[in-house]
Structures are given as structure tokens and as C-alpha cells.
């Protein structure tokens, strides 16, 4: 049996860092929002007992046990008690690496999803988010792949409906940064010393932001929106502070970094969104440029 996948990307519009748990995860409030800005999985089901092989154009995208995608079909079949069947993936990455997109988290769910079904839905969608939160944060998003606000590691989803008449513009620079990298500068003592002198990290209104959202009501999001994890990168990531000050001084329009980052986002009108793109391929010629549309 081979099946076609195309495995999404999301946005955040909005994250706070709440807490930070006894087993390294931080309890998070954020919203989340699935783009279409897809990878590609052709996934092979030889219908047989054997092993998993997982093929990538991406040379950097390892293809042994580090990968989620092996990391998800070992850990299905110990919980689903079943012998192992042989299936092939060929992933097309087309979703950035270390961007803040949820690339892997992706991959992950899409992959999760079918495996489910090919074993007749042995797991509720419930149980999948439960059981494998711990393997991608971002992977009960992408078994609903819907907006919502998402609470706790990523795995408390509130539904709501996504109204806004906007597309996106994504700027990806030429590096990355991974997600632990991004919570290791949130955790760093310089920036304990700033938040102790009362330089507070600034919270996202999640409530405004989803009614701005809902409403379609450009101004109310835009006004609501920080990013603690950006901001602190912004205080210990040279490489994430060069490039905000050099994409907010070469445009009027504000940018926003989703998730961990390195990619950056704006919401734009559609009427305005390839004059806008083709004027930054100019002025920052090293970096990816992606138009998308919310799902």
C-alpha cells in the first residue's frame, strides 16, 4: 500500500513561558495555527513483518533512530504490542530545519496518523496526543491540525476558528536554532539577573489575540503578540539580534518570530504580500522567502 502525505506547518501568534517542569519540559500558553507550507512523505506499507527505512533529500535530516519518524514507529508498536511491519519513507522536505515551524513535530504526527489507521485505529486521537507528547511537544497539535490554544507541553488544546483575511510572508535566515538551544537561553543566569532587576520578560494577551483572531480584527493581534523565547534569544543569541534589527530597519512592517524561531513571519494583506517579498529578496539575498496561507 503507498500513500501520498503532505505534512503541514504551524505558526505561533503569541507564546509565554509559564513554568518550567521537574522533567526539563516548560508548561507553555501559546496559540498555534496550522500554514500550508508543507513536506512531502511517500510512505510504503509492504504489508509484511520487517523494519522501518526512512529516506531524505535533506542531507541534513538524519535517517537513522535520531529521526521522529523512527522515534514515533518504535514507540507505536511497543505500546500497540504488535510485531513490526516493514514500510519505507521518502521524506521532500520543503518546511525549514530549526525554524520554529514544527517541521519534525509534523512528520511525526502525519506519520503517527497513518499508522493508526493502517492498524485499524488501535488508538483514540486522545490517547495518540497522550501517549506520544513526549516524542514531539507539537505532536498533538498535528494529530487535529487546527487552531487553538495550546497549554501545558503543548498537549491542552482550546479549539477556536481562524477568520483572519491575511496571508503570510516567512523569512527564514540562513541559520537556525533548535528548540533546545532556545530554552537553554531562556534558563541562562544573565537573563535570571534581568527578570530579578525587574526587567520583565513581556507576556502575550492569548485572550486578545484569539479574539482578534476570531473577529478578523488585524489590529488586536498584532498589538497582543510577544514571544518570550525570542525574547530570550534577543538577550543571549548575537545571530537572532543582528537579524531583527536588520529585517525591522529595511521594512515599515513588523515581523514576528514563531515558536523557538529562527523564521520570522508577517501578516499582510494578500494584495500586498509580493511586492513586500520581492523587495526584502533584494536587500537580504542569503535568506528563504515563503508565501503561505493559513489552513
Not at 512531502?40 to 535530516?61: Q, S, T, W
Not at 521524506?91 to 493502517?118: M, Q, T, V, Y
Not at 503570510?168 to 530554552?183: D, M, N, R, W, Y
Request: net charge neutral.
Amino acid at each position: 500500500m503507498k500513500l501520498e502525505i503532505f505534512s503541514n506547518a504551524k505558526i505561533n501568534i503569541g507564546l509565554n513561558i509559564e513554568e518550567k517542569l521537574e522533567n526539563g519540559y516548560h508548561n507553555l500558553d501559546m496559540t498555534m495555527l496550522p500554514i500550508n507550507l508543507s513536506d512531502k512523505m511517500n510512505i510504503e506499507f509492504f504489508e509484511k513483518k520487517g523494519k522501518l527505512k526512512i529516506f531524505v533529500n535533506n542531507p541534513k535530516v538524519p535517517t537513522d533512530e535520531k529521526n521522529i519518524l523512527s522515534k514515533v514507529y518504535n514507540k507505536f508498536y511497543e505500546l500497540a504490542g504488535l510485531e513490526p511491519e516493514e514500510i519505507e519513507i521518502y521524506l521532500d522536505k520543503k518546511i525549514p530545519l530549526e525554524a520554529g515551524l514544527g517541521g519534525g513535530s509534523s512528520n511525526g504526527g502525519f506519520f503517527l496518523k497513518e499508522l493508526n489507521k493502517f492498524h485499524k485505529m488501535i488508538f483514540t486521537d486522545e490517547e495518540l496526543m497522550e501517549k506520544f507528547k513526549n516524542i514531539g511537544a507539537d505532536i498533538p497539535f498535528f494529530i487535529k491540525n487546527k487552531s487553538c490554544r495550546a497549554r501545558g507541553i503543548g498537549e491542552k488544546l482550546d479549539f477556536f476558528q481562524n477568520n483572519l483575511d491575511v496571508s503570510l510572508l516567512l523569512i527564514k535566515p540562513e541559520f537556525g536554532v533548535s528548540t533546545v538551544e532556545a530554552f537553554i537561553n531562556y534558563e541562562k543566569e544573565n537573563l535570571k539577573k534581568s527578570i530579578k532587576d525587574e526587567k520583565k520578560l513581556k507576556k502575550s494577551n492569548i485572550s486578545q489575540i484569539i479574539k482578534g483572531i476570531e473577529e478578523n480584527k488585524m489590529y488586536i493581534v498584532v498589538t497582543n503578540i510577544e514571544n518570550q523565547l525570542e525574547q530570550a534569544l534577543l538577550i543571549n543569541n548575537p545571530q537572532i539580534q543582528e537579524f531583527r534589527k536588520k529585517i525591522m530597519d529595511l521594512t515599515h512592517h513588523n515581523f514576528f518570530m514563531s515558536g523557538s524561531g529562527s523564521c520570522y513571519y508577517l501578516l499582510i494583506k494578500n494584495a500586498e504580500i509580493k511586492e513586500v517579498e520581492a523587495e526584502l529578496k533584494i536587500k537580504l539575498p542569503k535568506c528563504d522567502f515563503y508565501i503561505c496561507d493559513f489552513l
